[in-house]
């Protein structure tokens, strides 16, 4: 079985400064994770992915996140955020298993960028 | 390159009505294809899934279908609408189990369903 949990519904930044989106897994396999972004009335776009191979992944747009196995965390971070970074963004996990049953999404986090 | 292509992007419709909503993929073969749909204030939540053609899994029980007539088509349907059926519906795929992008999914743009 698998889950993740993306502990914040809604995160409020200013411009410029730093975004923490945070997410925590569980999984009875070693997982992938991914982190995707849907703007306004959008579909949803992959901003990076881990699949075993680095912990910390870099993405589009400046993002990145850390895998840390000991935490069971994949949070999505950014230096400074930007006013086009306001989305909503979904933590998702894949453990293993066979097609539908592969991907499980957290709830999303709604991210504000105040100017 | 691979495209998704979903239409429409916007569909308001009565209560009873039918629905169909049509999704095509560009560029691959053999994809998997998926229907999610994203309620006011909820998550996505997988409706149905497709290895090929003809071969649909249905996740939840509900008032729509779902069929692939083509390799790179998959539709959505409805014969009558319900007030629930309203929301965000989305179309993506994926390569097929066993390649190395089997679980990264790309999305196409959305079809917003309202039910009235």
């Known amino acids: 079985a698998q889950s993740v949990t993306q502990l914040d519904s809604h995160v409020s930044v200013s411009e410029g400064t730093p975004v923490l989106l945070r997410c925590n897994y569980s999984?009875?396999?070693?997982?992938?994770l991914f982190w995707y972004v849907q703007h306004p009335n959008k579909g949803l776009q992959l901003l990076l992915k881990?699949?075993?191979?680095?912990?910390l992944v870099k993405g589009i747009n400046g993002f990145e996140a850390e895998f840390k196995k000991s935490e069971t965390s994949f949070h999505l971070t950014k230096p400074s955020a930007h006013m086009s970074d306001a989305a909503e963004y979904f933590c998702?996990?894949?453990?293993?298993?066979?097609?539908?049953?592969?991907?499980?999404f957290g709830s999303g986090t709604r991210l504000q960028v105040q100017p | 390159s691979q495209t998704i292509h979903q239409w429409p992007a916007t569909l308001v419709q009565p209560v009873g009505s039918p629905l169909s909503l049509e999704c095509t993929v560009e560029?691959?073969?053999?994809?998997?294809l998926y229907w999610y749909r994203q309620a006011a204030g909820r998550g996505l939540q997988l409706l149905f899934y497709?290895?090929?053609?003809?071969?649909i899994s249905s996740e939840v029980p509900q008032n729509l279908s779902a069929s692939r007539p083509q390799d790179r088509q998959f539709i959505l349907s409805s014969k009558k609408l319900l007030l629930s059926d309203s929301g965000f519906y989305l179309c993506?795929?994926?390569?097929?189990?066993?390649?190395?992008?089997?679980?990264?999914?790309?999305f196409g743009a959305g079809s917003r369903l309202t039910v009235l």
């Open positions: 993506a795929w994926s390569e097929g189990q066993g390649n190395a992008g089997a679980n990264v999914l790309t």
């Open positions: 998702v996990v894949s453990a293993g298993g066979r097609g539908r049953r592969a991907l499980t």
């Open positions: 560029g691959t073969s053999n994809p998997n």
């Open positions: 881990y699949t075993s191979a680095a912990t």
């Open positions: 497709s290895v090929g053609i003809g071969q």
């Open positions: 999984s009875s396999y070693s997982p992938s």
